[in-house]
């Protein structure tokens, strides 16, 4: 019988082993970028000429810094003897920083209850709380470029945390010790995994995608394809309920990513819920994009989206009025051709609209913002005018940014640190569904509505040769906003209420940009508030507004089925004068690149 080796000497051959796979990936990455350029070289987002400003802030202003310095050495003088007398055995000592409430970086015990661990994390945090702070005093002004000078700097101070490193990391060192190192090895898989060789690039795996399958466990509400054309697939859900109400409901989703945020699982799927509910339900699939259709535009996209849409439920149910919901982007691409609608005085089409944290107003859009200025419009431009489109990688990481720590860094030390493969998760699974966009398209809206905000301007945008006016858009609607979005934040969603000139019921749902959209009843979380009144200022409205318990899906559904006029025989995909092409989700939804 074999004799046991010794641990060490297990550990030993397995560091070695993850070395010798260390090496191999170096070179062959290096390799690569003799073939293989990024798509936007040096520094797409001009972070050194953000940095430079802090460098020649603080050459002119060094009495600025040295301020700082003895400061942030006061802060750690104190925390050298707390720690101190903790390992004296004195208990009652206060830490001088905490984490933040939200913060679940420094969840493992070991960071509280371990002096080493303790002091570790106390020093991160006061030495990230001085650079940030430095970072913000370069300028007084707020703006673009102190935005983006914070952005950055946070996106550092996120990158430099102990816990990112597996020798200052307790949950890392416990099973390296535990596993004898094997969890480095598989982390060194799970790197070489999500490394593709063929192109160069590197994406962080968040999920099972093998679990995971578009019509079989995820986007498998059943329905039929009613119609298609070059850009969009129409779906019509089949019913489940023996009547229906009169107007259908048309859902206009995001083109960013695919349309199954809506119909993820049976339990927290909107559009269920709403075929549940006796609504005759329709959804536009959006085709993920090639080089072919770099030529469409704004335009193009309402033309053969939008309003191609509407006529054809029009046309499936032979309804003369529809409801239409809009979901962030696709919210903003509603509102266009609401707009649109009204100048050729067809607003009558449709009876109400629905507008799930959607932007028209994008004087304060939020952190998105960051990525929006002239310089980087222009190499984001000169790589879109090469390749026909924005790969959706690109603008997925872009949101992936805006919370790295939970976005990145969680699954750097999950899959590549502790040696995990990630957990399956049908939500993680969308998020790594990319989709591309035209040339045409996402140039001209980042440049009408972020950078130059003609959209809320009357006249101030033409799409389809009609200039666009939102205060002519007077129908009845219904506007949600999250009060944790980070994509589309709550007080600039509250601007719609400004713009829209017919009735309207704002409400704020608890949580974000997704969970705070997909929220069933049945899931009983979170909270929303309600407020009938609308003043301008929305803290005036929040400070007036009342929290109820629960999905605001209910709230919703009591609005929207008045005006949804009365119950009808159920409509069935395909037994009206258009056809079914296919079954539901559809083929748009499962092109991936």
């Known amino acids: 019988m074999a004799e046991k080796k010794p641990e060490i000497d297990q550990l030993s051959e397995n560091f070695a082993e993850m070395s010798a796979e260390f090496q191999r990936m170096a070179h062959d990455f290096l390799e690569s970028q003799n073939t293989y350029k990024s798509d936007i070289e040096n520094d797409p987002m001009h972070i050194g000429e953000t940095l430079l400003e802090l460098t020649k802030y603080y050459a002119a202003h060094p009495e600025k810094l040295i301020e700082k310095q003895i400061s942030l050495w ?68 707020p703006g673009h470029e102190k935005d983006k000078m914070n952005f950055f700097t946070r996106q550092f101070i996120e990158a430099m945390s102990p816990t ?30 999500d490394y593709d060789q063929d192109t160069g690039k590197f994406t ?12 079989r466990n995820v986007a498998a509400t059943p329905g039929k394809v009613i119609y298609k054309n070059e850009l969009i697939e129409l779906i019509q859900y089949t019913p489940t309920t023996k009547k229906q109400y009169k107007k259908p409901l048309l859902i206009v989703p995001p083109w960013i990513n695919k349309f199954y945020i809506l119909d993820l699982r049976p339990e927290n799927s909107l559009v ?50 529809i409801n239409t919901v809009g979901y962030c982007i696709g919210g903003t691409m509603l509102s266009c051709t609401l707009a649109h609608l009204a100048a050729k005085k067809k607003l009558d089409q449709i009876g109400c609209s629905t507008f799930l944290v959607t932007q028209v ?95 809320v301007k009357p006249g101030g945008i033409t799409l389809a040769d009609t200039p666009l006016d939102l205060t002519r858009v007077d129908i009845p609607t219904y506007i949600q906003a999250g009060h944790t979005d980070h994509i589309c934040p709550w007080k600039s969603v509250y601007k719609d209420t400004w713009h829209f000139s017919g009735p309207k019921r704002f409400m704020l749902a608890g949580s974000g940009h997704i969970a705070g ?40 559904h009591a609005w929207l089925s008045k005006k949804s006029g009365p119950k009808v025989a159920a409509r069935t995909p395909g037994d009206g004068p258009l056809k079914s092409i296919g079954d539901a989700p559809g083929n748009y939804v499962k092109i991936r690149y």
């Not at 206060?94 to 002091?119: G, H």
């Not at 962080?204 to 019509?215: L, R, W």
């Not at 049945?522 to 400070?543: F, G, I, V």
Request: proline residues 4%; hydrophobic residues 35%; aromatic residues 12%.
């Open 164 to 193: 990112n490193f597996a020798i200052s990391n307790p949950e890392v060192i416990r099973a390296t010790v535990e596993s004898k190192g094997q969890n480095l090895i598989k982390g060194m898989e799970n790197f070489l995994r």
């Open 204 to 215: 962080i795996s968040m999920t099972d995608n093998e679990k995971f399958e578009p019509g």
């Open 361 to 455: 107003d994008f004087s304060e859009a939020g952190e998105l913002t960051i990525f929006v200025d002239d310089k980087q419009m222009a190499d984001m431009e000169q790589n879109m005018e090469k390749h026909g489109f924005l790969d959706g990688k690109t603008m997925s990481n872009t949101f992936n940014m805006l919370r790295s720590n939970d976005l990145i860094w969680s699954f750097v030390i999950n899959n590549y640190m502790i040696g995990k493969d990630p957990f399956p998760f049908d939500l993680l699974y969308w998020n790594g569904d990319n989709t591309r966009l035209t040339r045409a398209c996402h140039g001209q809206y980042l440049r009408e509505m972020y950078m130059n905000n003609n959209l």
């Open 74 to 141: 006061q802060d750690y003088m104190t925390l050298w003897q707390n720690t101190s007398r903790k390992m004296m055995g004195d208990e009652n000592i206060d830490p001088i920083i905490e984490p933040a409430a939200n913060d679940k970086r420094f969840k493992d015990s070991d960071w509280q209850e371990n002096q080493i661990f303790d002091f570790i994390k106390q020093s991160y945090l006061l030495t990230a709380r001085y650079v940030a702070d430095a970072a913000d005093e370069t300028t007084h002004e």
């Open 517 to 556: 959209v997909v929220n069933p009843p049945s899931a009983k979380k979170y909270n929303h508030w309600l407020n009938d009144e609308l003043p301008r200022d929305p803290e005036e409205w929040l400070e007036g507004a009342v929290s109820k318990a629960g999905s605001w899906w209910d709230d919703w």
């Open 272 to 321: 269920k819920w709403l075929t549940d509910k006796g609504y005759s339900v329709f959804i536009i699939s959006w085709r993920n994009p090639d080089a072919s259709l770099s030529h469409l535009d704004l335009g193009d996209y309402m033309k053969l989206g939008t309003v191609s849409a509407i006529d054809m439920v029009k046309k499936a149910t032979g309804e003369a009025q």
